[in-house]
């Protein structure tokens, strides 16, 4: 099992259920995991018919949260077991987002992709220093498929939104708290500690910063100039799902979010299976397989 749940009372404070996410390395979202994180969402909900619950925090190991989807199983995945994943996906995440127990997201390593995904899902996310934050899907030629596009610029804005998602670059803790991106950051303290503050002294007044629908000032201005600025930057194989990324996330701007989400699964379908994803994937898996790959003793010569 990789997710592991215990409940406990803070301090002779409200019940709160902490959901530990370990596979043994460095976690990644795949159908398995979905699976078993639907079954941890069910028992936390009957135990809280009986207990009320004040927050669920969901932490991973030694290494964070998680290094994003398993590619692997995405390259090898038919159209439909896609579809069938991404839908899993989204229907977990919204399950968390609307749930009446306000989930924490507790970081401290990586966050990545579909790991920060769900994360961005969390009523709050709070980092460490040592935290590493990145939707890195368009070196891969996708794009973020569970929720990325659209949760991120409902939380950090267009402008920063689009940096983030089109750079697929990583930002550390201390960047990702001046940019919104998480609500809080621990400071030379363990991020369980912070937690566990938050819960005691913010949490019942705390006011999600995420917003209904994003207001974007000259969207047919601002588009031109990113896909300018797309062409400059980054590499030919990259540059349609940016592209893609860009035109989803402002398209979806005015929609609500259950629209705006509908939208963005829609396009990652349509790009996932194009010849260019597929090359980027196994580019990807190449390189992840020659450097795991053991390397030979150099042979004394005479």
Not at 94 to 105: F, K, L, M, R
Request: hydrophobic residues 45%.
């Amino acid at each position: 099992m990789q997710f592991k749940t215990k409940f406990f009372r803070p301090e002779h404070g409200p019940v709160v259920a902490l959901v530990q996410w370990d596979s043994g390395r460095l976690n990644v979202l795949s159908r398995a995991a979905l699976a078993e994180l639907r079954l941890v969402m069910r028992a936390i909900n009957e135990y809280g018919q009986d207990f009320p619950l004040t927050a669920v925090i969901l932490t991973g190991n030694d290494k964070g949260l998680g290094a994003g989807a398993d590619v692997k199983e995405l390259f090898a995945a038919s159209p439909y077991d896609l579809e069938k994943f991404i839908s899993e996906a989204h229907a977990i995440f919204t399950a968390i987002e609307t749930s009446p127990v306000p989930w924490i997201a507790a970081v401290d390593g990586f966050c990545l992709g579909g790991c920060l995904e769900l994360a961005l899902a969390c009523s709050v996310i709070i980092g460490s220093q040592s935290s590493r934050f990145g939707l890195p899907e368009v070196t891969l030629g996708i794009i973020p498929g569970a929720g990325g596009t659209q949760r991120l610029p409902r939380r950090v804005g267009m402008n920063t939104a689009l940096n983030f998602i089109l750079s697929g670059e990583m930002v550390k803790g201390t960047g990702a708290l001046t940019n919104h991106l998480i609500d809080r950051l621990a400071m030379g303290e363990p991020v369980a500690d912070a937690v566990k503050q938050f819960i005691t002294d913010e949490l019942p007044t705390f006011v999600s910063p995420k917003t209904a629908r994003v207001a974007v000032e000259n969207p047919k201005g601002l588009r031109e100039e990113t896909a300018r600025e797309i062409s400059k930057i980054l590499l030919p194989h990259h540059r349609l799902a940016a592209m893609v990324a860009m035109d989803t996330m402002l398209a979806s701007a005015p929609k609500t979010l259950a629209e705006a989400l509908k939208f963005e699964q829609k396009n990652f379908l349509l790009i996932a299976t194009t010849p260019t994803a597929r090359a980027a994937m196994q580019a990807f898996l190449d390189k992840s397989q020659a450097k795991a790959a053991p390397v030979e003793a150099p042979t004394a010569t005479t």
